[in-house]
């Protein structure tokens, strides 16, 4: 089965530091693009970061800096280091995999919720 | 960067009813968008891709349409399961963007 699963959420203090980690099965990660997208609650949703198979990587300005895309091609995981936590980087933490139709986000994992807070 | 911006905010609708929700990008995007579907505790879903094009098990009554700046997803006749909330986001340029979101509710 094609599936992604995160894991790695909870609860940490600001300044903090968090990594999370995509397990993918059904396709390779490093043959696909691979990205972070989060929804802090109740609100919309903001791309993060991705990485092209190739290992370019990209971030969102908010995040860029502070949090590393990166991934373990023997264990097939895609991983966010996220450091310098904000109480604004509290959200739900999504994979996804950047199909090859249009550049969209064809596969979604179902999300490990991050909570920054003292 | 890219502002993404979705009317309206909400829409009421009944069961069979044809909804269009539109999506605005701040500059040209060609046909790098792609429309979503989110229901509430759940993953967002991919409907429509490269601006008109249907993802694989997506039923019909999903359409996407336009080209540079200005996009619509349009619901033909509206089911029960289709009440969620709907995001149009661009993938032209880094850092990629979302519009704010359409929830759609029943009437």
């Known amino acids: 089965e094609v599936q992604l699963v995160e894991s790695g959420g909870g609860l940490i203090q600001p300044g903090g530091s968090l990594r999370l980690s995509c397990a993918a099965s059904g396709f390779t990660v490093s043959s696909d693009y691979m990205s972070w997208v989060r929804q802090a609650p109740g609100k919309g949703l903001e791309w993060v970061s991705l990485i092209y198979s190739g290992g370019n990587t990209y971030y969102a300005d908010s995040v860029k800096g502070r949090f590393t895309i990166s991934r373990d091609n023997s264990k097939n995981t895609v991983y966010l280091e996220m450091n310098t936590l904000r109480a604004e980087d509290t959200a739900v933490y999504y994979c996804?995999?950047?199909?090859?139709?249009?550049?969209?986000?064809?596969?979604w994992g179902q999300g490990t919720l991050v909570i920054v807070s003292s | 960067d890219i502002q993404m911006t979705q009317s309206p905010s909400s829409v009421s609708a009944s069961v069979g009813d044809r909804v269009t929700i539109t999506c605005r990008a701040s500059q040209g995007i060609s046909s790098w968008l792609a429309w979503y579907q989110q229901k509430p505790g759940k993953a967002p879903k991919l409907l429509i891709y490269?601006?008109?094009s249907l993802q694989r098990g997506v039923p019909s009554r999903f359409s996407g349409s336009g080209s540079g700046t200005d996009f619509t997803l349009t619901i033909s006749s509206l089911q029960p399961e289709d009440f969620a909330t709907y995001y149009c986001?661009?993938?032209?340029?880094?850092?990629?963007?979302f519009g704010q979101g359409t929830k759609l509710d029943t009437k």
């Open positions: 490269a601006a008109s």
């Open positions: 996804s995999r950047r199909g090859n139709g249009g550049r969209a986000f064809d596969l």
């Open positions: 986001q661009q993938a032209n340029s880094f850092p990629y963007t």
